[in-house]
């Protein structure tokens, strides 16, 4: 990818919401997931995806596949631990995925998370080239 200007971060942060939109749509369709407080979903897509994703994204945009997926991996263990651990702000139910419960999740969950800085620094640059 070419060097990415400081004016790119509102794109990354846009690919980043979009996406955090369609993986909760998806998550809820499917009930992979469930909040305890619903307004933490919204929270979730604008500041998870949207801010801190995004912004990570940017800053990892001029590095490889590798280095985006371990730091946006380290960064979803770290984040579903800390849910599981304490915030209990969401849970897996298991129901459309049985083995998707508990710590299993927590370490799958997690790692998916890393494989958005990836997606959307390839999604930008293909619409940005």
Known sequence: MSEVSREALSSFVAIAL?????????????GLWLYNRP????FNVLVTFGLIYGGLSYALAEDGFG????VG??????????NERWFRAW?????????????TAVVVIGL??????????AVRSLLWG
Not at 18 to 30: K, T
Not at 67 to 70: K, M, P, S
Not at 73 to 82: D, H, I
């Open 18 to 30: 979009v996406l955090g939109m369609v993986s909760e749509a998806l998550a809820w369709r499917l």
């Open 39 to 42: 307004w933490v979903r919204i």
């Open 67 to 70: 280095v985006q997926f371990l």
């Open 73 to 82: 991996a380290a960064l979803g263990l770290v984040n579903e631990a800390a």
């Open 91 to 103: 849970y897996f139910p298991g129901r459309s995925v049985p083995w998707l419960r508990g710590n």
């Open 112 to 121: 998916l998370w890393g494989l958005v800085p990836p997606i959307v620094v």
